[in-house]
T-cell receptor
Framework: TQLLEQSPQFLSIQEGENLTVYCNSS?????LQWYRQEPGEGPVLLVT?????EVKKLKRLTFQFGDARKDSSLHITAAQPGDTGLYLC???????????FGGGTRLMVKP | DTEVTQTPKHLVMGMTNKKSLKCEQH?????MYWYKQKAKKPPELMFV???????INESVPSRFSPECPNSSLLNLHLHALQPEDSALYLC????????????FGNGTRLTVT
């Protein structure tokens, strides 16, 4: 069974700071998805990364997929209070029918 | 607004009650999911339906009974729950075939007293 570990578990920063959160897998990712879950809502997909070493940008968010396909990072530049939420990485099993989530990083951005 | 609609948003039930959670999507997705999320934890998969057939049951106790009446609807019937079953229950849908993203509803916050 694949294990996804995210770090840090919790992060509290001031508005305008930069941050990076990480997702590491016990086995090779098939295709990694990043979700954000805001309080009182369901998770929402941010990005899917599928290619070794891939970098994707979504406004102030930069996602990187490791060359060995066992790690990924999410970097946020100039964080804003609206970035507050639970950031989850997720991957499918080999059969492609079960999406499993990492433990999440809970981010709080203070004004 | 999410394209996956879950009702009710909040539910309080006693341990002897029978209740149902409902989920609806009109995106033409043929895979639907139930996840359970405890406070400060990630969502945990409970059931997967593919083309209205149950394809995965993650060893969920029988007091949780899923039902997929048609491709747009997914229900979760609850009976004789325990207080530790209190959680946020999330429904999701996706296209089948390939590792496609999930579209989640905003969940039902369930409290068992």
């Amino acid at each position: 069974t694949q294990l996804l570990e995210q770090s840090p578990q919790f992060l509290s920063i001031q508005e305008g700071e930069n941050l990076t959160v990480y997702c590491n897998s016990s086995s090779v990712f098939s295709s990694l998805q990043w979700y954000r879950q805001e309080p009182g809502e369901g998770p929402v997909l941010l990005v899917t990364v599928v290619t070794d070493g891939e970098v994707k940008k979504l406004k102030r968010l930069t996602f990187q997929f490791g060359d060995a396909r066992k790690d990924s990072s999410l970097h946020i530049t100039a964080a804003q209070p609206g970035d507050t939420g639970l950031y989850l990485c997720a991957d499918y099993n080999n059969a492609g029918n079960m999406l499993t989530f990492g433990g999440g990083t809970r981010l709080m951005v203070k004004p | 607004d999410t394209e996956v609609t879950q009702t009710p948003k909040h539910l309080v039930m006693g341990m002897t009650n029978k209740k149902s959670l409902k989920c609806e999507q009109h995106m033409g997705h043929r895979a639907m999911y139930w996840y359970k999320q405890k406070a400060k934890k990630p969502p945990e998969l409970m059931f997967v339906y593919s083309y209205e057939k149950l394809s995965i049951n993650e060893s969920v106790p029988s007091r949780f009974s899923p039902e997929c009446p048609n491709s747009s609807l997914l229900n979760l019937h609850l009976h004789a729950l325990q207080p530790e079953d209190s959680a946020l229950y999330l429904c999701a849908s996706s296209h089948t075939g390939g590792r496609t993203p999930l579209h989640f509803g905003n969940g039902t916050r369930l409290t068992v007293t």
